[in-house]
């Protein structure tokens, strides 16, 4: 299970690496953070022409989906994490 983290959660790759605990849904699920979520530029070849990210997210891969019992069709959930 994988994420990416927002712009300032990653902490110029601090974060990159470690695992966090992720909750919602009455679950917990530990990802692993992989990437970053670019929230500050974003709209360039760098970044896929892809818009920035919104601020405060976890973009998380259908495993952290699944194992947390959320639809992946409802796009945001509110979720909490912390550090391992």
């Known amino acids: ?3 990416a ?10 974060r990159c690496g470690h695992r966090i605990k992720i909750t919602a849904n009455g679950k917990s699920v530990y990802a692993k953070v992989v990437d970053e979520c ?8 760098d970044h896929n022409y892809e818009p920035p990210c919104a601020d405060n997210i976890v973009d998380a ?6 194992a947390l019992g959320l639809d992946q069709n409802v796009g945001m959930e509110g979720i909490t994490w912390s550090d391992e």
């Open 1 to 3: 299970m994988v994420v």
């Open 5 to 14: 983290l927002s712009t300032g959660w990653f902490k110029n790759m601090a």
């Open 38 to 45: 670019d929230s500050v530029y974003g709209c360039d070849e």
């Open 61 to 66: 891969s259908l495993a952290v989906w699944n």
